[in-house]
């Protein structure tokens, strides 16, 4: 088993949908939660940071984790075609060094 | 968000000939940096981390005297391909890590080797 699980996908939506991305994972050490967007050839761009368990919003982003359940979303209000990309949950613990535990990635493609 | 910048983003070179790729912190300073490699449809996978005076430290598999890592200051680290070969063509990828514990990436190298 993976530590952290994240469906691939593809996931192809309209525009002006919600999306729900999501990961589980197994390690209950995990305290540092991040959600990135990586476009095709490009390095991952982070878009939300979370410490610990809560809800966090900025713009059309909402970031929830939910350590009980070892379970974190994405969620994107509005979707637009540019945000047609990669999604990658990380996740790392306070004892690791900063080492990043990444989930597989979601495709997600918002047409218009 | 904080800055990584990661040089060149793309390049070609013949086989058995060293690559050098840069990473630097614009904004920051980065006393753990990380280097990661990519494949088509496939997530990050870390290679090494490296720490600011301190000699890196390499995941299971990665070949250290393959793929040198340097961080000589708080906002430089670079990785060498050495002797590169066809099947070290990938996507490489740095990230820095900042005191919030926040990591930010670069921009990534795509390495061709023929």
Redesign the interface.
Known sequence: QKEVEQDPGPLSVPEGAIVSLNCTYSNSAFQ?F?W?RQYS??????LM?T?SSGNKEDGRFTAQVDKSSKYISLFIRDSQPSDSATY?C?M?AQNQ????I????TELSVKP | ?AV?S?HPSWVICKSGTSVKIECRSLDFQAT?M?WYRQFPK???M?MA?SNEGSKATYEQGVEKDKFLINHASLTLSTLTVTSAHPEDSS?Y?C?G?TG?????????T?LTVV
């Open positions: 540092y991040m990135y050839r490009k390095g991952p761009e982070l940071y410490y990658l990380a790392s060094g900063g080492k990043l990444f989930g597989q990635g | 968000g990584v990661q753990t990380f496939q997530s990050l870390l981390t996507f990828i990230s890590r919030r514990k926040e990591a930010f990436f670069g921009q990534g795509r």
